[in-house]
């Protein structure tokens, strides 16, 4: 029987893991493993979205595949947060975009009550685990791609029911989520815990598998409003934890891998580097002809431009978060290496070279900075 991937990933939330996660973000314990619970089906969400295509499950799975043997938890416990989140931040980004890790970030920072840097630190420092859990679950189960990508789909209900109602609400503002979707596995989560049977949980699932396939819009929209009846009429009894948990909020710049870390004239290097390196790992593999590489090198070359950017200002930054800078890309350089082998070896090497070369040049550059 398949592994429940929300339990697996919220099992590493150990005592000693949100110490240090709780350390590094400048909040109290209670408040950061509120935000890193509500993080964990948030980042699976994301990724069963992202292996809805093939390229995206070879991906996902390719990542997977080369973290395998390096345990996430070891590296918080030797490496500490810090380091954890400067690999997650590149591993989230590589595989869902800086633009989409910035959105998720700032919705988790405003439900958290942490801002938007400490949400970015604290989907890194998650990211990992979450990324460490499955890739165990691939391993022991001999899985290939479509192997996973099967898992996180058949488990896409409970993801979305595991995200708290605030939080979904503006993940699906934000587009990142489906509203409908998430709205009617919230409405059969709640019926399920107040029922308080396990023959409720299977009926609830089984009412939302056929909502989606089968049943009219008019009864699909009758088990949200039932659902959300029953919960308004117990909600008196139900404790408010969302609304009533005091948040310790960490005075500005004191947060983790804050933006202010590593900005320079009003320019936060980290999320420039981020989002070029989301840029890249998106264009680089649709790159098999002339025809495909003529539509993804100028997004490449706006990606070297960025990085450019980059590379004016980091001279501006101490010598610590220069270092800082750097490893980011150490982390990404060598998938990025791997697909520009790739894009060599296609029938539009030739054309793609002086592009390739540029970008491997910057690449070297910022990672000595």
């Keep these: 029987m398949a592994v429940n991937l929300i339990s697996a990933a919220q099992q590493l939330l150990t005592p000693e893991v949100i110490a240090q ?35 995206g499950a070879n991906q996902l799975s390719k990542l997977l595949s080369q973290q395998q043997g390096s345990n996430p938890i070891d590296m918080l416990r030797n490496a500490g947060a ?79 029911a595991a995200i708290p109602s605030g939080l979904s609400d503006q993940l699906g503002a934000a587009g990142l989520i489906d509203k409908a979707r998430s709205g009617m596995a919230s409405a059969a989560a709640t019926g399920s815990r107040i029922a308080g049977v396990s023959g409720a949980t299977g009926a609830s699932q089984a009412a939302m598998a056929a909502g989606r396939s089968q049943w009219p819009y008019w009864l699909a929209a009758l088990v949200i409003v039932a659902g959300l009846a029953i919960y308004a009429l117990q909600r008196p009894t139900e404790p408010t934890v969302a609304q009533s948990t005091n948040i310790t909020r960490p005075s500005t710049g004191t947060v983790g891998m804050a933006p202010a870390d590593l900005t320079v004239d009003g320019v936060n290097l980290a999320n420039q580097v981020n989002s070029s390196l989301g840029t890249l790992q998106a264009q680089l593999p649709t790159i098999t002809d002339e025809a495909s590489a003529q539509a993804a090198l100028p997004k490449i070359n706006d990606a070297i431009s960025q990085l450019d950017g980059v590379t004016a200002r980091a001279a501006k930054l101490s010598p610590e978060a220069r270092r800082a800078l750097a490893k980011l890309i150490v982390a990404a350089a060598p998938a990025i290496n791997q697909m520009c082998d790739k894009v060599s070896a296609t029938p539009a090497g030739t054309i793609a070279k002086p592009v390739i070369d540029n970008l491997r040049a910057k690449l070297d550059q910022l990672a000595k900075a």
């Design 21 to 55: 996660i709780s350390s590094f973000l400048g909040m109290d314990r209670s408040a950061t493993q509120k935000a890193a619970i509500a993080a964990i089906p948030t980042i699976l969400a994301s990724l069963s979205d992202l292996v809805g295509t093939p390229a």
């Design 82 to 160: 810090p380091d954890l989140a400067q690999t997650g931040s590149s591993m989230l980004s590589g595989l869902l975009g800086g633009r989409t890790m910035d959105t998720m970030a700032q919705a988790i920072g405003s439900f958290a009550g942490m801002g938007d840097g400490g949400g970015k630190s604290l989907l890194a420092v998650v990211g990992p685990l979450v990324l460490g859990m499955l890739g165990k679950q691939q391993h022991d189960a001999g899985m290939d791609a479509n192997g996973l990508a099967s898992l996180l789909r058949s488990q896409k209900d409970q993801i979305m």
